[in-house]
Nanobody, 123 residues
Framework: QVQLVESGGGSVQAGGSLRLSCAAS????????MAWFRQAPGKEREGVAS???????RYADSVKGRFTISKDNAKSTLWLQVNSLTPDDTAMYYC?????????????????WGQGTQVTVSS
């Protein structure tokens, strides 16, 4: 059974950095598309970054140049390096996975989700 577990969130000051991790199990990691989403209270879930089975990455315009998605197929692990954080980045960050399908930054393209890790950025 597919399981995704996020970690690495925390509270940082503006300008700080974190590295979020997603440990995956229960499927052939290398054959799936993976993504990070975030959701703040009262806002829609937003696609932040994705990486497909071939390593092609995509980013939301709001995070380009600041965030980096990466993976290690041998370790079945996904990361999101988040730099130059601002209070607008405050949200619950979720890891998602699915067989390749649809727009990789749309939430409805993903079948499997982790429980999230909180990122809070203070000014």
């Amino acid at each position: 059974q597919v399981q995704l577990v996020e970690s690495g969130g925390g509270s940082v000051q503006a300008g700080g950095s974190l590295r979020l991790s997603c440990a995956a199990s229960g499927y052939t990691f290398s054959g799936y598309s993976m993504a990070w989403f975030r959701q703040a209270p009262g806002k829609e879930r937003e696609g932040v970054a994705s990486i497909d089975s071939l390593g092609l990455t995509r980013y939301a315009d709001s995070v380009k140049g600041r965030f980096t998605i990466s993976k290690d197929n041998a370790k079945s692990t996904l990361w999101l390096q988040v730099n130059s954080l601002t209070p607008d980045d405050t949200a619950m960050y979720y890891c998602a996975a699915n067989r390749p399908f649809g727009n990789p930054l749309r939430a409805d393209s993903y079948k499997y989700w982790g429980q999230g890790t909180q990122v809070t950025v203070s000014s």
